[in-house]
């Protein structure tokens, strides 16, 4: 990225607003990313230091699990979904891990699925990143096959609070 035009440092607080409205409690998780709205005023008012600036907000956010910056293909899902559906996992996680936390039966017969190694899960956290790893990927590919009009999706979702629709046909309509 050479310069970060108007666009871009539009669509890059977008992204940095959304996240901040969806983790109400960062501050007391995060806290490497009290510099971070200190940093976007400064790209507002300095547009030839926002390549340096956004380093370094990406900097602060690089411990962070769901940051709002990822590298790879461009999400077709608009960034108040994407804001939406990650506050959704993390409430996931945290029923997850609750749920692990507070059951001996399950910490000890609930077994990772095969392919990813099978074996006990380590802990709660081990546990409720796997949910909500599944959870995610579910979502996204929800998503995508919503945004495409596909009938023969097992699930579908708009990217609202009505959550996924099933499409998989019952076994006597079969």
């Known amino acids: 990225m050479n310069e970060v035009t108007e666009e871009m440092w539009k669509n890059i607080?977008?992204?940095?607003?959304?996240?901040?409205?969806n983790h109400e409690d960062w501050e007391q998780e995060n806290p490497e990313l009290m510099s971070v709205?200190?940093?976007v005023a400064a790209g507002d008012m300095k547009?030839?230091?926002r390549k340096a600036l956004y380093t370094a907000i990406?900097?602060?956010?690089s411990e962070v699990k769901d940051k709002p910056f990822t590298t790879g293909k461009k999400s077709k899902m608009p960034l108040s979904v994407q804001a939406y559906r990650d506050k959704q996992l993390e409430l996931i996680r945290?029923?997850?891990r609750y749920i692990f936390e507070n059951s001996f039966s399950l910490q000890i017969f609930i077994v990772k699925?095969?392919?990813?190694?099978?074996g006990l899960f380590v802990d709660a956290e081990d546990y409720a990143n796997t949910m909500a790893d599944s959870a995610r990927l579910r979502m996204n590919t929800?998503?995508?096959?919503?945004?495409r009009d596909d009938k023969e999706a097992d699930y579908?979702?708009?990217g609202t609070d009505k959550g996924l629709i099933c499409q998989i046909p019952n076994k006597e309509d079969a």
């Open 13 to 21: 607080k977008t992204k940095i607003d959304l996240w901040f409205e």
């Open 113 to 118: 699925n095969k392919r990813s190694g099978g």
């Open 156 to 158: 579908i979702w708009d």
């Open 58 to 61: 990406k900097t602060c956010f």
């Open 47 to 49: 547009k030839q230091k």
């Open 94 to 96: 945290n029923a997850y």
């Open 37 to 39: 709205r200190s940093l």
């Open 142 to 147: 929800a998503y995508n096959a919503y945004l």
